[in-house]
C-alpha cells in the first residue's frame, strides 16, 4: 500500500457564504460530483461516498489561542499533541521547543527506519537553499522533519528532471516569480498526473501546498478561487492516474485560514480530512476526529508502527 499527503496550508471547513468563503465561489466541479454535489465547506462533513470520506478534524487540541503552522505540522507529522505539551500553539516556523520533536518520532523518520521510501516531492530553488546556508531562512516543521530523517531535500535539477514538482503545482511561479523562463509548465490535470506518477515511486509520499494559507493572510478571494479552481483539475488528473484500489490520498491542513478571508488571521474552524481511495484503506481512519490521530492512521496503514 503507498500513501499520498496532500498538505494544503491553511484551509478549514468555513461557513456556507460566499462574502468571505472562496470555496462557495469557486468552481470545483470534480471535487464536487464527488461529494455529492457539496461544497468543501462545515455543511458537507461528515460524508462518505463510492471513493471519498471527508471528516472535519479538530486543530485546536484543547490549548487556547489559534492553531498555527510550526506546532500543526508537527502534530500532523508525529500525532503527538505538542501543542498541549508545550502549553501554546506556535508558528510559523519551529523553535527549539518544537523542533525537538521533529526528529525520531515523525512519520518520515518511521517510515525510513521501516525501510520503505519516503519523500517530499516539493522541488526548492536554489534562493531557498542559499538563504538557509546563509542562517536568513529557518525550516519549516515539514522540511525540517524530512532532512532530520536523512531525505535530501529536491532542488532545481529535480524539477527540470522530472523527479519532483513545483509547489504550485503547475510551474507558474518558477517562471513568473523565481525567473525560470524555460521551467517546465504543465496545465492542471497533467500536473496531477505527473503528482500521481511520483508518488508511486514511495511507500510515503508528501506535498506541501503553502499558498492557500498566504492567499488567506493577504485576504485574496480572486486569487483563492483560482487556487482552488486549479486544485480541482490537478484532483481529477490525479485520481485519474491513482490506483484507488491499493493505494491512498489523504488530503488536511495544519489550521484554518483561507476559507474565512473576513480575516487576516488563522481560524479555529475544523480543517478537513479528505480521504481516496477504496472503503476498506479509508476505514482506518473512521474514528479520527482530532489533528492527533491522522499520523497514527497512517502509520498503521504504512505498517510502520
Known amino acids: ?28 466541479p470534480y471535487l464536487e460530483s464527488l461529494l455529492g454535489g457539496k461544497k468543501l465547506t462545515k455543511s458537507a462533513a461528515p460524508f462518505e461516498g463510492e471513493s471519498i470520506s471527508l471528516k472535519a478534524v479538530d486543530p485546536n487540541l484543547g490549548v487556547k489561542g489559534l492553531p498555527q503552522s510550526a506546532t500543526g505540522q508537527a502534530v500532523l507529522l508525529t500525532g503527538i499533541n505538542i501543542p498541549a505539551e508545550l502549553g501554546y500553539h506556535y508558528g510559523p516556523k519551529p523553535n527549539s521547543e518544537v523542533a525537538q520533536y521533529l526528529s525520531d518520532h515523525t512519520l518520515f523518520s518511521k517510515t525510513v527506519n521501516a525501510g520503505k521510501k519516503a519523500a517530499l516531492l516539493n522541488a526548492y530553488p536554489p534562493r531557498y537553499f542559499d538563504g538557509i546556508d546563509s542562517g536568513k531562512r ?3 516543521s515539514i522540511p525540517l522533519a524530512l532532512t532530520n530523517a536523512g531525505i535530501p531535500l529536491f532542488t532545481e535539477k ?7 514538482l513545483s509547489a504550485d503545482f503547475t510551474g507558474e511561479g518558477w517562471r513568473d516569480f523565481l525567473g525560470f523562463s524555460d521551467a517546465p509548465l504543465f496545465e492542471p490535470k497533467p500536473a496531477g498526473k505527473e503528482l500521481a506518477r511520483l508518488a508511486k515511486l514511495y511507500d510515503f509520499s508528501f506535498f506541501e501546498y503553502w499558498a492557500s494559507d498566504y492567499a488567506g493572510h493577504k485576504q485574496d478571494m480572486p486569487w ?25 490520498i489523504l488530503l488536511t491542513s495544519d489550521h484554518g485560514n483561507m476559507e474565512d478571508l473576513g480575516t487576516r488571521k488563522h481560524t479555529a474552524a475544523p480543517v478537513p480530512l479528505l480521504l481516496f481511495g477504496d472503503k476498506t484503506k479509508r476505514d482506518a481512519f473512521k474514528d479520527v476526529s482530532l489533528l492527533t490521530e491522522i499520523a497514527p492512521a497512517i502509520s498503521r496503514s504504512l505498517q510502520v508502527d
Request: no cysteine; charged share 20%.
Open 1 to 28: 500500500m503507498k500513501i499520498l499527503f496532500l498538505f494544503l496550508d491553511g484551509i478549514g471547513l468555513g461557513e456556507d457564504n460566499p462574502e468571505t468563503n472562496p470555496f462557495l465561489r469557486a468552481n470545483m
Open 138 to 140: 529557518l525550516y519549516s
Open 158 to 164: 529535480d524539477y527540470f528532471a522530472g523527479t519532483a
Open 224 to 248: 483563492a478561487v483560482k487556487q482552488l479552481e486549479t486544485f480541482d483539475g490537478v484532483l481529477k488528473g490525479l485520481l485519474a492516474n491513482w490506483d484507488m484500489s491499493n493505494d491512498l
